[in-house]
């Protein structure tokens, strides 16, 4: 089994076993372009008791799992740390392509929803500046 779908699926005694034995924390190369957090937490449950497991050195939080754990400082850290990605930030083509906004929703995370239509808001606002010069 894979750590990425022991992340999404198994009891968390065997993900601490994976963690312990040394697998890839990370888990990148994947269809889902999640990696080994995003599968835990991305889905249809998010897994916050293997988010809490996972942070091995390597293993990074991205904008998908900080917003599916409901993580503000780091939400607004990833942000601001790459203000035109996140903007433009699209899931993979399994996930329909999730804008931010889209995975808020998905998530049932209200405060982020207002976040990213306001990040959506601003990127229209830079492309129609960007014109008028």
């Known amino acids: 089994m894979r750590f990425t779908c022991a992340a999404a699926v198994a009891d968390l005694e065997i993900v ?11 888990g990148t190369g994947d269809d889902y ?14 897994r916050e008791d293997v988010a809490d497991v996972s942070p091995a050195p390597g293993a990074k939080l991205d904008l998908w799992s900080a917003i599916a ?3 503000a400082d780091d939400v ?3 942000h601001h740390a ?28 209200p405060r982020w929803c207002g ?17 008028r010069r």
Do not use: Y
């Open 69 to 71: 754990l409901d993580r």
């Open 16 to 26: 601490e076993m994976l963690v312990e034995a040394g697998s890839d924390v990370v």
């Open 82 to 109: 790459a203000i035109q990605r996140c903007s433009n930030a699209r899931m993979s083509r399994n996930e329909h392509r999730r804008t931010p906004l889209h995975h808020a929703a998905a998530k049932n995370r």
């Open 115 to 131: 976040s990213c239509s306001i990040w959506g808001r601003d990127r229209a606002r830079r492309r129609r500046d960007r014109r």
């Open 76 to 78: 607004r850290r990833l």
């Open 33 to 46: 372009e999640l990696g080994v957090l995003g599968w835990a937490t991305c889905f249809r449950r998010v």
